[in-house]
């Protein structure tokens, strides 16, 4: 089932999503496994799984240090794909990988996408790939029937977002704010005049992320947005009260 009907079956039931973000191989595959058994025992809806970049140019320090330390401890593409594998095998929820486009050129563009499919991934998060650049990369997911999931900004003009619907799949990520990944959000009237403006430019799902850390961030999207993605925060907590720590965090949200 494509990722767009797979969340709005969700949507029926809840009346907003969460998708959580990992980075592969931080601080092991091992605690990767355990946090992804904890976030889908209390209701992630989608996990995005980052394989690990040297220069992840839209994530703030929290998430860089993670893909920093997860290449210092030897993480290959190989394993993310064979960890992915099991994960895709072991939970029904829908998986994304969340990367960098030099990696998937270094594998291979069809390869890359060839392979996510047959393991069970659903779509793809690339933030440096806007659709101008990759109209091979879209026309092999489409292919091979994955979403690519394009990114919506604050500085995104209305022609922008109208012109990267035609291209989009899935849902549609809205940054909530400029800058990186990490840094607390502020729903203020302006925020609330940008989502009215994403919604009007798409009829896809609409998450957003960037700086979503507490049920108060949440709660205030609820009704504008139908997916909050929950990011830093997990990785954060993991760092200070380590992986047992994930579930009842993700359970407060609700």
């Given at each position: 089932m494509k990722l767009e009907q797979q969340l709005r079956n969700k949507l029926k039931e809840k009346d907003i999503l969460l998708?959580?973000?990992?980075?592969?191989?931080?601080?092991?595959l091992d605690v990767n496994r355990e946090i992804i058994r904890q976030m889908v025992g209390n209701g992630v809806d989608c996990i995005e799984m980052q394989i690990p970049f040297s220069e992840p140019m839209a994530d703030g320090p929290v998430i860089l240090k993670a893909n920093q330390d997860a290449l210092a401890t030897g993480t290959k593409v190989e394993d993310c794909f064979q960890f992915a594998a099991e994960m895709a095998r072991t939970h029904e929820i829908p998986f994304l990988f969340m990367t960098y486009y030099n990696i998937i050129f270094k594998y291979g563009e069809e390869a890359f996408?060839?392979?996510?499919?047959?393991?069970?991934?659903?779509?793809?998060?690339?933030?440096?790939?806007?659709?101008?650049?990759?109209?091979?990369?879209?026309?092999?997911?489409?292919?091979?029937?994955?979403?690519l999931i394009l990114i919506y900004a604050p500085t995104s003009t209305d022609a922008r977002m109208e012109e990267l619907d035609r291209h989009a799949n899935g849902f549609i990520y809205c940054v909530a704010r400029?800058?990186?990944?990490?840094?607390?959000?502020?729903?203020?009237?302006?925020?609330?005049?940008?989502l009215a403006r994403c919604r009007a430019a798409t009829q896809l799902p609409l998450a957003v992320g960037f700086g979503i850390q507490s049920k108060e961030d949440i709660d205030a999207l609820r009704g504008k947005a139908d997916m909050a993605v929950i990011g830093s925060r997990t990785i954060q907590l993991v760092e200070t009260e380590g992986a047992e720590a994930v579930g009842p965090f993700i359970a407060g949200l609700r």
């Open positions: 998708m959580t973000h990992i980075v592969l191989g931080y601080p092991s996408i060839k392979r996510a499919a047959e393991i069970g991934i659903h779509g793809f998060i690339i933030p440096d790939l806007p659709p101008e650049m990759g109209k091979t990369f879209l026309a092999l997911a489409d292919k091979y029937n994955l979403a400029r800058g990186v990944t990490g840094k607390k959000s502020a729903f203020d009237h302006d925020f609330d005049n940008y």
